[in-house]
């Protein structure tokens, strides 16, 4: 086989200064980027293969066991439930202007949108955990403390609940994750590190945070609003 | 019968500098961001899991040996079994072949300097050693009983073992698994040296890439299943148990969905690795280069919509399994198309017989039993009969073991030289590669008749008229079992007394071969063009001379 050893003609000398943010695998940054970006979106590729699981389980209990469903729907908080939407719908705008402004290089905007991005993902947790203390009240843990003394049969709507705190937990362990990310690149920007040419952490994030978001637009009609609206 | 090893005349020096001898302390290796060290720390961790997972195989053929319960109760027995297949299909095949040839050997086939993402990489070993010790942890408290399968009810509300720690072992392994198929993916996409364009990719990468896509798609699946099996079994709400409400074929659709694919992620690799080895063996450009290369990915496609034949006898529609019947014979059709190429590129070539090339050869007349015999079950009426017997044990175990654990054993032989520098003893090498061959076939042939003659799988005891058959097979076991020892001597007697091997011992094509034996730390000074094809043997055969003198060029180089 012959193969020559010259450098390729897009491939950089050993020895020549690279930029501190590139990796010594890539030859150069567009390469750097492509393979980051493209990675991200495999990983959000097992991601729905992950919640795919659950949203099979759901459906097919959904149909089976539907007036536990509805019964066990009714009773969640559809006002809680509808702000948090509220809120991480508008933390996907304030992400994606940070990753514009990222790429136009404004170290300001970055920091205030992810700053808003943080405080909406914080709205949401606070909310979540509102709920969950609420349910915890009222005993509707599955397999902890769940008594169901209204109508319809309680072992399945314990299955509708135990669908809806594996489902919004999973959901809110992402968002708690991309929490501790925003913190992270919260950080990383305030030391300079990116740059007009190197933002692709906070491009990746941004495609996670939409995932995570996207998730919750899927959860809460398929949780909160089985049956319809509640009055 | 000659062979390569033979004909290598050439005195070689090792080189100055290597990535074994680029640090020595413990940190460099548990912090390694080189792919190369990466795998060797794979080949190390399954090495391990191996002889756990032996020593739970040799207690089953044990017990095996004699109708009656005299080694083990029952729970025992079937605690034996479960550990057995857990251990090695979460813990070593899973990971063999892609974990350590495929980090090892497949950055430097496309000319890269590492993978995509090293400490990713890094990463993916923590992970598995983490699932691994949540597996040693299962085993040292007793272990599980609920077969690999975990089939529900048992497993979510019955079992008394340690579920939920099995459980955590493969979904925490399957993560590492996940974070491999995506590292190699975006690897295979964006690292490529220029000049090697997908269809002159070595096949070795398209199997690789094959086997991701399985890994990226499918092992979500199995990493969700698991936990909704924990959580009922923690929580107790009604998933899979139909005493609480659930449905326990929606568990086996799910764990199906993930573990038919799965097969070929322990199957894929092997293929690579065999296609390497018969065209460097038998020294002709490997035919039907399209052909292999597009079957990979039609088997791991395919492969995707077949979970439905290990469902036939559990409550399944009929129609469904009349569908999923037809399709999983349509499996069969690039599985076949591999062996006829492989055949083909052994037709009129100048073949040599090195231990890899035994190896190669093995699985090709293994893995075709298994696979056809897999036809078999793909019957529903013939599965009816068949399915949770011997006859079932038998048809993995040839796919299994004599295909992908023969493949492992042929990649193992033939980069070997590529990652220590040295050469085994030829000798040695031969007779243990007929030593697994010959206690392979005593070990799961019978299995295939005693299966057929009815006895179920899962079992410690059953009746006298077997017991002849059962011998027979736990005597080949001993034979395997002895025949897997003598690779391990020999192997590590070579790291120090091996003959040099020289960069290309085998004189095969390919970019891993260009490089020193074993390979500089950062694999290419600068990124290598390619002109040529893969598998370019021509120029080889006709001209053995200007061969050596590249190599000598090389070297200086
Ligand atoms: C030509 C391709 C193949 C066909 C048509 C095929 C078909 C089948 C069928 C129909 C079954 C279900 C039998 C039953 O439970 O009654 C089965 C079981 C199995 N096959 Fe295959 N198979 C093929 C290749 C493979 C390969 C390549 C592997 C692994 C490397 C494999 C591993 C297994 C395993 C592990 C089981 C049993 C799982 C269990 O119940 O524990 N098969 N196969
Ligand atoms: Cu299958």
């Not at chain 2, 079994?233 to 969905?257: E, K, N, S, T, Y």
């Amino acid at each position: 086989m012959s193969v020559s050893t010259e450098a390729a003609a897009h491939g950089h000398d050993e020895h020549a200064a690279h930029p501190e943010y590139m990796r010594h695998q890539f030859d150069d940054m567009d390469q750097q980027n492509d393979a980051a970006s493209l990675g991200m979106w495999l990983f959000l590729l097992t991601e729905v293969m992950f919640f795919g699981g659950f949203f099979l389980g759901y459906s097919i209990y959904r149909s089976e066991y539907y007036e536990s469903f509805v019964i066990g729907s009714q009773n969640l908080d559809v006002f809680l439930g509808g702000l948090n939407t509220v809120a991480l719908i508008t933390s996907s705008v304030t992400m994606a202007f940070a990753v514009r402004a990222a790429q136009l290089g404004k170290k300001n905007h970055v920091l205030i949108f992810l700053v808003l991005t943080l405080v909406l993902g914080l709205v949401f947790m606070v909310n979540k955990y509102i709920e969950y203390s609420h349910k915890l009240h009222d005993g509707l843990i599955p397999g902890y403390n769940f008594l169901w003394t209204g109508l319809g049969d309680g072992q399945t709507i314990q299955l509708f609940y135990g669908f809806y705190f594996c489902m919004t937990g999973t959901h809110g362990l992402h968002v708690l994750i991309g929490l501790v990310l925003i913190v992270w690149l919260l950080i990383r920007v305030w030391q300079d590190k990116f740059t007009t040419e190197y933002y692709a952490p906070i491009e990746n994030f941004g495609l996670y945070w939409h995932f995570v978001d996207l998730v919750w637009i899927f959860l809460f009609p398929l949780l909160y609003l089985i049956g319809g609206l509640a009055v | 019968m000659s062979t390569i090893a033979q004909q290598g005349a050439a005195e070689h020096r090792m080189p100055r500098d290597h990535f074994l001898n680029a640090a020595y302390t413990i940190k460099s290796w548990l912090l390694t961001m080189d792919h190369k060290r990466v795998g060797l720390l794979y080949l190390i961790s399954i090495t391990f899991f191996f002889l756990i997972g032996g020593t739970f195989a040799s207690l089953i053929r044990l017990e095996l040996a004699t109708p009656e319960a005299d080694l083990m109760e029952a729970d025992q027995y079937n605690v034996a079994f479960s550990m057995h297949g857990i251990v090695m299909i979460f813990f070593f095949l899973i990971p063999s072949i892609p974990a350590v040839f495929g980090n090892f050997i497949m950055p430097l086939m496309i000319g890269a300097k590492d993978v995509a993402f090293p400490k990713l990489n890094l990463m993916s070993w923590y992970l598995f050693i983490f699932g691994g010790t949540f597996g040693v942890l299962t085993t040292l408290l007793g272990g599980v009983d609920t077969g690999w399968t975990f089939y529900t009810p048992f497993s979510s509300t019955y079992s008394n073992s340690n579920v939920i720690l099995a459980g955590m072992a493969a979904f925490i392994a399957g993560f590492s698994s996940i974070l491999t198929g995506l590292n190699f993916m975006v690897t295979i996409h964006k690292m490529r040296a220029p000049g090697i364009t997908w269809f002159k990719m070595p096949l070795f990468v398209w199997g690789m890439y094959a086997t991701s896509l399985i890994m990226v798609l499918g092992t979500p699946v199995i990493a969700i299943t698991l936990a909704l099996m924990m959580v009922e079994r923690g929580l107790h709400i009604g998933i899979f148990d139909p005493a609480l409400g659930g449905d326990p074929v929606l568990f086996q659709h799910l764990f199906w969905f993930y573990s038919h694919p799965a097969v070929y992620i322990m199957i894929l690799p092997g293929m690579g690795v065999i296609s390497e080895v018969i065209a460097a063996f038998s020294r002709k450009r490997i035919f039907g280069y399209e052909f292999i290369a597009m079957s990979s990915v039609s088997i791991a496609v395919l492969g995707f919509f077949v979970w439905g034949h290990h469902l036939f006898v559990s409550g399944q529609s009929i129609y469904a399994g009349m569908v999923f019947s037809f399709i999983t014979m349509l499996v069969a059709v690039p599985s076949a198309i591999k062996v006829f190429n492989w055949m083909a590129t052994i037709y009129r070539g100048s073949v040599s017989y090195d231990a890899p090339m035994l190896y190669a050869l093995g699985f090709i007349g293994l893995f075709s039993v298994g696979g056809l015999t897999g036809v078999f079950l793909a019957i529903m009426g013939l599965d009816i009969h068949m399915h949770d017997t011997y006859f079932v044990v038998a048809h993995f175990h040839y796919v299994m073991v004599g295909g992908a654990v023969t493949a492992f054993m042929a990649a193992l032989h033939f980069w070997w030289p590529k990652i220590s520098g040295r050469m085994y003893p030829e000798g040695w090498s031969r007779l243990a590669a007929f030593l697994i061959f010959a206690g392979f076939n005593l070990t799961f042939f019978p299995q295939f008749i005693v299966g057929y003659l009815g006895m179920p799988r899962r079992y410690h005891v059953y009746p006298e008229e077997w017991q002849l058959l059962n011998i027979m097979s736990s005597a080949g076991a001993t034979i395997l079992a002895a025949a897997f020892i003598v690779p391990a001597i020999y192997l590590a007697w070579s790291l120090k007394n091996g003959k040099i091997s020289g960069p290309n011992p085998w004189r095969a094509t390919g970019l891993e071969w260009i490089l020193s034996s074993p390979p500089p730390e950062h694999n290419f000074p600068t990124t290598p063009i390619v002109e040529e094809e893969p598998y370019d043997y021509g120029e080889v055969i006709d001209n053995p001379v200007h061969e050596e003198e590249h190599e000598k060029e090389r070297e200086h180089a």
